[in-house]
């Protein structure tokens, strides 16, 4: 539906941006080349993409399938993987994991944490996502 495809757009391409240019900002670009990289709760992967442009290579992990069939389709050369991680945590070692607006969706969130932390040494963690335009909070 035309709607899904719509999802991540308006306010959250500032978002996405923003967060982009904070983690290149932290780390360098020349981290990334090279390095293996999970994004959790990935949306349609346009992070990861960004990350994969530098020369990571990027895994793109979320739990609704339709989300990773869009990741595929905008951006071919990410690895997606579904996963509900409520449930399991199918991952390896990672040079880096994003976990940007995952723990509101996750009960109870200190155990994806915990395998978040053992997965890696290098872990952006965000805690706090407003998915809505309106500037007044709910």
Do not use: M
């Not at 035309?2 to 500032?14: C, I, K, N, P, Q």
């Not at 793109?60 to 869009?70: I, N, T």
Request: hydrophobic content about 40%; charged content about 25%.
């Amino acid at each position: 539906a035309d709607w899904v495809a719509l999802r991540f757009t308006d306010h959250y391409s500032e978002w996405r941006e923003r967060r982009i240019a904070a983690i290149r900002g932290h780390y360098g670009d020349a981290f990334f080349k090279g390095a293996t990289l999970l994004e959790l709760g990935c949306g349609y992967g346009d992070i990861g993409a960004a990350f994969r442009a530098l020369g990571a290579e990027v895994f793109c992990a979320d739990a609704r399938a339709e989300h990773l069939e869009v990741a595929r389709e905008r951006h071919p050369g990410l690895r997606t993987i579904q996963a509900d991680l409520n449930h399991e945590w199918p991952f390896g070692w990672f040079d880096i994991v994003l976990h940007l607006g995952v723990l509101y969706h996750l009960e109870p969130t200190h155990e994806s944490l915990r395998r978040a932390c053992q997965a890696t040494n290098h872990l952006v963690l965000e805690t706090e996502v407003c998915d809505l335009a309106s500037p007044e909070p709910c």
